[in-house]
């Protein structure tokens, strides 16, 4: 059964940061384009992150300049590195293949606060 495995999340004040790992078993990431979601309380689950096969991204808004996707193609792997982080960047993180989704894995927390 196709399984993602988000990690990395955690307690962080503003400004600082996080990295954020995606794994993947019985499924490949790495001939499909990745995206990084994340869902907070009482709102939809958006993405903030997108990287295609060969590498190219793409941010929403609010994280530009302060997140970067990146992906290892070889492990299998996809990351989301998070710096400047702010109150509301708190959410649950979770990635998945951009087009041809599988089953969402449990996510990692992210909490911004002092």
């Known amino acids: 059964q196709a399984r993602l495995v988000e990690s990395g999340g955690g307690l962080v004040q503003p400004g600082g940061s996080l990295r954020l790992s995606c794994s993947a078993s019985?499924?490949?990431?790495?001939?499909?384009?990745m995206g990084w979601y994340r869902q907070a309380p009482g709102l939809q689950r958006e993405l903030v992150a997108a990287?295609?096969?060969?590498?190219?991204?793409n941010y929403t808004d609010s994280v530009k300049g302060r997140f970067t996707i990146s992906r290892d193609a070889a492990r299998n792997n996809v990351y989301l590195q998070m710096n400047s982080l702010k109150p509301e960047d708190t959410a649950v993180y979770y990635c998945?293949?951009?087009?041809?989704?599988?089953?969402w894995g449990q996510g990692t927390q992210v909490t911004v606060s002092s």
């Open positions: 990287i295609s096969r060969l590498g190219a991204t």
């Open positions: 019985r499924v490949s990431l790495s001939p499909y384009a």
């Open positions: 998945n293949r951009l087009h041809y989704e599988v089953a």
